[in-house]
């Protein structure tokens, strides 16, 4: 069970990832919160009093959220701090502490939810996992996705793809996600996903400005470049729309396994920084609901599952694959950036174990 101590390192521990990513900043003010949270505001309580799990819950996160969204607004005591300019840990805090007294009703609501970190860079891990499935099964895909946020990977159909050397998606595309490749290239093999839909518990509507300027605050102010894509990839949304539903994520996967499948279309479960938000028994549920499909599942009409999940010991994302028919478990297929900078891809035997987010 959480207490102070501990609600306090989940702001160290997610410096250290930031400071992984390349994040200087965003590094910097949470090393920063871990010291400035006392209890002169009602934000400062109730981070300090979190009854979760601050680690799994993105705490940290939900409360820079909030801070970047005060700084993009113009409060000026933030500038400072979210320029790189004050880089005095001292002097830091003591802004923070602040600015959390002085705007304690703005940042309250940013703790209510995990953070929307819809980032269409994660695309490039889920579509290495897609190449994976349709080096198996074929190259027509049928995407589900869970945890959709605003849906904007659910426009993975629509993006450019330059994977090692490896194109995918349309080459006309306004948008091309081409990452820093390491490592094995994907499988060279045709692809075409047919249809993507999703669901979230609480889907963010994109044809609000508010929204896409929750989104934006959400992306790290140390990523100028994620900043970019994601205003086009909102572009792309408001264009073309996706098929974004909202709901809890195992009863929608139980509804859609149960559904008639096209013959010659692997059906896949895609999801990117999700697992952790979900309680453990709908992971359960989702989990029993792809064996009972896996087991039904034909060379006809095959079943995948691509997961890019964070291991938060080694500072990385992992990409997963499992595919039905077949006894092959889930198989760690590449390593990624959290955004999508970067995509290591990784040589067979691939690992097997089950995916965990931390170790102990």
């Known amino acids: 069970m959480a207490n102070e101590q501990s609600n306090r390192d989940a702001f160290r521990i997610q410096a250290g990832y930031c400071a992984a990513m390349a994040a200087p900043v965003t590094a910097r003010v949470c090393t920063a919160l871990a010291v400035a949270l006392d209890r002169d505001s009602a934000t400062g309580r109730r981070v300090l009093d979190w009854p979760g799990a601050p680690e799994a819950d993105a705490l940290a996160l939900r409360l820079v959220g909030g801070l970047h969204a005060l700084h993009r607004r113009g409060v000026a005591a933030l500038a400072p701090v979210f320029t790189g300019q004050e880089t005095d840990p001292d002097s ?35 579509m290495t996992g897609i190449l994976h499935l349709a080096a198996r099964y074929g190259p027509r895909i049928e995407v589900l996705e869970i945890g959709s946020s605003a849906g904007l990977n659910l ?37 075409e996903i047919v249809s993507t839909r999703g669901v979230d518990i609480q889907p963010l509507d994109l044809s609000d400005p508010h929204n896409a300027e929750r989104l934006q605050a959400y992306c790290w102010v140390d990523a100028p470049d994620r900043q970019a894509r994601l205003w086009a990839t909102i572009a792309m949304f408001r264009a073309h729309g996706v098929a974004l539903e909202q709901g809890d994520a195992a009863d929608w996967i139980e509804a859609r396994l149960a559904e008639p499948q096209a013959a010659g279309v692997t059906r896949v479960l895609m999801h990117s920084v999700v697992w952790q938000y979900l309680p453990e028994p709908t992971q359960h549920r989702i989990a029993d609901a792809m064996q009972a499909a896996g087991a039904r599942a034909t060379p006809e009409r095959p079943l995948g599952w691509v997961m890019m999940e964070p291991n938060r010991d080694l500072h990385r994302h992992e990409v997963r694959v499992r595919g039905w ?36």
């Open 92 to 126: 830091v805090a003591a802004i923070l502490r602040a600015v959390l007294v002085a705007h304690d009703a703005a940042l309250l609501p940013w703790l209510d939810g995990p953070p929307q970190t819809n980032e269409a860079g994660r695309s490039a891990g889920l």
């Open 155 to 191: 426009l993975i159909n629509r993006y450019s793809f330059n994977l090692g050397g490896i194109p995918a998606g349309p080459a006309d595309s306004p948008l091309t996600i081409a990452p820093d490749w390491r490592g094995p290239p994907p499988p060279a093999v045709p692809v």
């Open 325 to 360: 028919p077949g006894e092959v478990p889930m198989q760690l297929v590449a390593l990624t950036h959290a955004h999508g900078a970067w995509v290591e891809g990784l040589a067979p035997p691939y690992e097997t174990r089950p995916y965990v987010m931390r170790s102990y």
